[in-house]
Nanobody, 126 residues
């Protein structure tokens, strides 16, 4: 079993930056693809970014491409999401997740992920 704890969320003005962290415990996640998703009030949970276990491959939703950067430190069992040029529409609860290596679903589908954190709130004011 893996426990994931997100941190780094908060209130920021439009154009500002935040860095989210996702610390894993219980077992190492260094050999797993990791992802970030977000859910705004009244909306479905959406894919934000994913990173391969080596960190060599990254994927982003079109809405965040060029503004967000996903990275990982396997020695610390931690994944990060650097968010720059934040917009009010980025307001959501952000979740990190561990991809199920046996899943055939796309990296962008939440069905592909087997462990989830509790989320951290990001609020961007205009």
């Amino acid at each position: 079993q893996v426990q994931l704890v997100e941190s780094g969320g908060g209130l920021v003005q439009a154009g500002g930056s935040l860095r989210l962290s996702c610390a894993a415990s219980g077992r190492t996640v260094s050999s797993y693809t990791m992802g970030w998703f977000r859910q705004a009030p009244g909306k479905e949970r959406d894919f934000v970014a994913a990173i391969s276990w080596t960190g060599g491959d990254t994927y982003y939703a079109d809405s965040v491409k060029g503004r967000f950067t996903i990275s990982r430190d396997n020695a610390k069992n931690t994944v990060y999401l650097q968010m720059n040029s934040l917009k009010p529409e980025d307001t959501a609860v952000y979740y990190c997740a561990v991809k199920n290596p046996a899943s055939s679903s796309s990296w962008s589908r939440d069905l592909a992920y087997m462990y989830w954190g509790q989320g951290t709130q990001v609020t961007v004011s205009s």
